[in-house]
């Protein structure tokens, strides 16, 4: 049971920080501005781990590579923690492995939370500076559903369309880490 709890909380953390380090990637590669309050809570979340890395790690074509790393090292120290407190007998090989795909997954769940969020705010139409930023960063991710898609009774069904994709993606990511574990 407490291992149970220690894991549960852990995920919660390392989903809190890494998420915002991989906005902070999205939000740079978007060329979103940070004055906004998503920007500064993501900056005063991320600033004291990306920082230092940029030092050593320059952007690649416009990504933030630092923001990434920071995002995997989040990733791995959780599973490092997970390992060590599960008192796994021999090496941590699978550690990085458990680390990478733990990222992908952090990944899917960021894009889902992001468009579901998108979908709730263009029903009520909110007047914030958030909402601006939440459709600047999901128009591209559902540009080439709307393509696909058309309205249906005025009604846009690319964020649904993108869910389900995403589902699908956690899916096949369950299956291939089953596999390369073994």
Same mark, same amino acid.
């Given at each position: 049971?407490?291992?149970?709890?220690?894991?549960?909380?852990?995920?919660?953390?390392?989903?809190?920080?890494?998420?915002?380090?991989?906005?902070?990637?999205?939000?740079?590669?978007?060329?979103?501005?940070?004055?906004?309050?998503?920007?500064?809570?993501?900056?005063?979340?991320?600033?004291?781990?990306?920082?230092? &890395?940029?030092?050593? %790690?320059?952007?690649? !074509? $416009?990504?933030?590579?630092?923001?990434?790393? #920071?995002?995997? *090292?989040?990733? /791995?120290?959780?599973?490092?923690?997970?390992?060590?407190?599960?008192?796994?007998?021999?090496?941590?090989?699978?550690?990085?492995?458990?680390?990478?795909?733990?990222?992908?997954?952090?990944?899917?769940?960021?894009?889902?939370?992001?468009?579901?969020?998108?979908?709730?705010?263009?029903?009520?139409?909110?007047?914030?500076?958030?909402?601006?930023?939440?459709?600047? &960063?999901?128009?591209? %991710?559902?540009?080439? !559903? $709307?393509?696909?898609?058309?309205?249906?009774? #005025?009604?846009? *069904?690319?964020? /649904?369309?993108?869910?389900?994709?995403?589902?699908?993606?956690?899916?096949?990511?369950?299956?291939?880490?089953?596999?390369?574990?073994?």
């Amino acid at each position: 049971m407490g291992y149970q709890i220690i894991s549960f909380l852990l995920d919660i953390a390392a989903g809190l920080l890494g998420g915002a380090c991989l906005l902070r990637l999205y939000m740079q590669r978007q060329r979103i501005p940070f004055g906004n309050p998503v920007g500064r809570f993501v900056f005063a979340l991320t600033d004291w781990l990306v920082l230092p &890395l940029r030092r050593i %790690l320059p952007a690649v !074509w $416009r990504w933030d590579t630092a923001s990434l790393v #920071g995002a995997f *090292l989040v990733e /791995l120290a959780q599973f490092g923690l997970l390992w060590l407190l599960a008192g796994r007998p021999g090496s941590g090989a699978t550690v990085p492995l458990l680390a990478l795909f733990g990222l992908l997954r952090l990944v899917i769940s960021a894009l889902t939370a992001l468009v579901i969020v998108y979908a709730v705010l263009s029903w009520v139409r909110a007047d914030s500076p958030i909402v601006d930023v939440i459709e600047r &960063l999901c128009a591209p %991710l559902l540009r080439p !559903w $709307r393509k696909i898609i058309p309205l249906v009774g #005025g009604i846009d *069904l690319s964020p /649904l369309a993108f869910l389900v994709m995403l589902q699908v993606a956690a899916i096949v990511l369950t299956y291939v880490q089953a596999a390369a574990l073994r």
